[in-house]
C-alpha cells in the first residue's frame, strides 16, 4: 500500500511484496474507519483494539472479507475487458490504457448520522452484539449497540453488488454501483435497477473491535464509543476496496471454491499465506500524528457530530497532510541516546538471540528495557512480543529480515513498539550494526481458515484478511483504502 500508488491492478501485483490476507494471489486494498472509546469523565479517545474473529486463527485482528457469488460474473471487471460499445454510450471514458485501471468503489456514507429505511448505505451496515468470544453469536442493530457486549462489538457492511457495465471507477468511488432492489444486510434484493444492470460479487467485511476493556465505562446506557471520522452513531460507517486479484485466479476460485464453511485450505486455485507471514505485512505510521494512547482529540479534523443532520466536513484544525516517505519511518525509536536501532529479528518459541537476562517489570517501555540492558553492562537490548526485554552481548545477525515486523505496542507505551509474536526488536548500545544485504523471509505454507457467513447467497467464498490498522481515516479522505493489503 501507498497513498500515492495508481488504481492499478498490475502495479499492485507488481510492486507489492507483501500482504496482510490469508490467500497469496490476492493483492487487493481493504479498508474500514478505526473505533476509538471516548471517555465518559473528561472526553479523551483511546483506540480500540481489533481482535481475530472465530475459527479465524491468530493473526494480529484485521477484518474477514467474503467474496459472495450473486449472479453468474465470478470477477470484477477491468478497463479491457469492457467491449468496445459500452463506451457508445459512456461520455466520459476512463482515460487509461486497455487494461490498466481496476474496479474500486466505496459502500457506505460517512456524513451519516441517523438510520433510514429507504436509504441503501443505511440498510446495507449492522453491528453484533458479540454474547462471548468464541460462537460470533449476538444481536444486531443498524447503529451502535446500547449495551455492553461481552464479546466485543463486530462491524459488518455489505457492498453493493450492481454495476453500470461502462465505468471501473468514479470521482466519488459511488456512482458506478448500485445496491439490488430491495437490498439489506443479510438481503440481497431482487435484482438490479435498469441503471446499473450488471450482477457483480457480493464484498461483505466484518471486524471484530474487544470493546470489553471499557465495559464499566458505560453511563446511564450511553454508549461510550465513537468512529475515527467523528460518529458515535455508527450509521456514517463505510469501507472501501480496490481490486487487486489476478484476473483469471479470482475467477477460477469464485467458479470452482464453494466450501460453505470459507475453508482457505479446501480451495486449490489459491495459494495460502502462514499467519506469521500475515503478521510481518505492517507499515509504521506515515502520518506525523498521535494515534494511539490517550488523545484529547481525534486525529485528523473529526471532531464528534452527534446528529441526528448529517455531518459536515470540517478543515483547518492544524491536522498533518502530508505523508512521510517509507523509507523515514520505522517501528524503533532512534531517539534514545545511547542506543541505535539494529532491526527486527526472528525469535521462535524456545530461540534466544539474545542469551543474558530477561526483564519482565511490567508496563514494559523500551526506555526501561534499554535502561536496564545498559545499566547491568550487556551491549544489545531487544523487545518482544509487548513485554518481555532480553539483554546479551552478541547477536547473529543472520536472524534478521527488512520484511519482518516488530509492531506491537509496548504494554506500557502504545506509542512505541516492543517486538511481536516470534519477532524481537533489537537495539544496540555500542553504535551502527551492520546487517547482511540478503536477509531471510518467511516461508509460505498452507493454513486453514473458517469463518460464518451471511444467509440468503449462492455461493459463499473464503478468507481472511489480518494485519492491524494503522491508520484512522479523516472524514475528508474516505476513499484511502487501508494497509490491510500492501
Known sequence: ????????????????????????????????????????????????????????????????????????????????????????????????????????????????????????????????????????????????????????????????????????????????????????????????????????????????????????????????????????TGYGYHADYMMGWPEDVLKRAMSQCTDQGGQVSSCSAVTSRTEQEMNDCAQPNRVDEKIDGWLTQLPGCNPVQNGPARATQVTGCGAPTETLALSDVTFLRKDISGWTPVGCASENNGESLLTGPKYTPGAMTVEKCLNYCGTNGYTYAGLKNKSTCSCGNSINTSKFSSSYACNLACDGDPASFCGAVNRIAVYSGSGPVSLPTTTPGPTTTTQQSTTTTPSGAQQTHWGQCGGKDLFPVSLTVSGTPKPTEA
Open 1 to 232: 500500500f501507498d497513498f500515492g500508488m495508481p488504481n492499478n491492478t498490475d502495479y499492485l501485483q507488481s510492486q507489492s511484496t507483501c500482504s496482510t490476507c490469508s490467500i497469496k494471489e490476492n493483492k487487493s486494498n481493504y479498508w474500514s474507519p478505526t473505533l476509538y472509546f471516548q471517555s465518559p469523565k473528561n472526553g479523551t479517545f483511546k483506540r480500540v483494539a481489533q481482535r481475530p474473529g472465530p475459527l479465524t486463527g491468530s493473526p494480529n485482528a484485521g477484518m474477514v472479507v467474503y467474496y459472495i457469488q450473486i449472479g453468474t460474473v465470478t470477477s470484477f471487471p477491468k478497463v479491457r475487458d469492457i467491449k468496445a460499445p459500452s463506451y457508445k454510450v459512456n461520455l466520459n471514458p476512463p482515460r487509461v490504457r486497455p487494461g490498466e485501471q481496476n474496479f474500486r468503489m466505496i459502500a457506505g456514507d460517512p456524513f451519516l448520522r441517523s438510520y433510514s429505511d429507504s436509504v441503501d448505505d443505511s440498510r446495507s451496515i449492522t453491528f453484533r452484539c458479540l454474547q462471548d468470544d468464541t460462537s460470533g453469536n449476538g444481536p444486531e442493530t443498524h447503529g451502535m449497540p446500547t449495551t455492553k457486549c461481552a464479546g466485543g462489538i463486530r462491524s459488518q457492511i455489505n457492498f453493493p453488488t450492481c454495476w453500470d457495465g461502462k465505468n471501473i471507477d468514479t470521482p466519488n468511488h459511488k456512482d458506478h454501483v448500485r445496491y439490488a432492489n430491495g437490498a439489506s444486510f443479510g438481503n440481497f434484493g431482487t435484482g438490479c435497477p435498469s441503471t446499473h444492470p450488471v450482477t457483480i460479487p457480493l464484498l461483505f467485511f466484518e471486524t471484530v473491535w474487544d470493546t470489553k476493556p471499557f465495559d464499566n465505562e458505560w453511563v446511564n446506557g450511553q454508549s461510550p464509543f465513537v468512529w475515527s471520522m467523528g460518529d458515535p
